[in-house]
């Protein structure tokens, strides 16, 4: 069994409270969890060599939202980071491009549905140590959202 802790308190009539609704940072392609609510995929492309139609039922995505996934030179670079010096350097570009203006609107958007609904965000990264969604975590729990997070 996961244990999962939520992050994000909010007060409301002076008391503090812990949303019961939150985002899932989750790998895709990986079995749903029951109260997981809507995949989206915060990846640069779809799945390779899977038709539309699947995307769901295979577990990748329910909804592509590529507006959070690094830019396609990012990507590689945060590919071929293969020392803390070169992951460092892709979490600053990343954290930069992120900064933009679109991008704080979306992770605005997302940090408010996640007081109102389930959902998860995810990318096909095995290791979330060196996976942009380890960061896009971090800037939406900085937006406000409530987010689950896997204990180790």
């Known amino acids: ?4 802790v939520i992050y994000g308190p909010h007060v409301f009539f ?3 409270i812990y949303s019961k609704m939150s985002i899932q940072i989750v790998q895709l392609g990986t079995p749903r969890s029951s109260d997981e609510g809507v995949r989206i995929g915060t990846v640069r492309r779809p799945p390779r060599g ?13 909804v ?3 507006n959070l996934a690094p830019s396609a030179v990012l990507m590689k670079q945060g590919k071929a980071a293969d020392s803390p010096d070169k992951w460092r350097s892709f ?3 990343y954290r930069q491009e992120m900064a933009a203006p679109s991008a704080q609107h979306d992770l605005k958007l997302l940090a408010a549905l996640s007081h109102t609904t389930h959902f998860s965000v ?3 990264c095995k290791d979330k140590s060196c996976c942009h969604r380890t960061l896009l ?3 939406l729990l900085a937006a406000g959202a409530d987010v689950v997070r896997e204990e180790n």
Request: charge should be positive.
């Open 50 to 62: 899977v038709p539309k139609s699947e995307f769901s039922k295979q577990n990748w995505y329910d």
């Open 1 to 4: 069994m996961r244990s999962m």
């Open 122 to 124: 995810g990318c096909y």
């Open 14 to 16: 002076n008391q503090t």
């Open 64 to 66: 592509y939202f590529p």
């Open 91 to 93: 979490s600053r570009k």
């Open 137 to 139: 975590e971090q800037l």
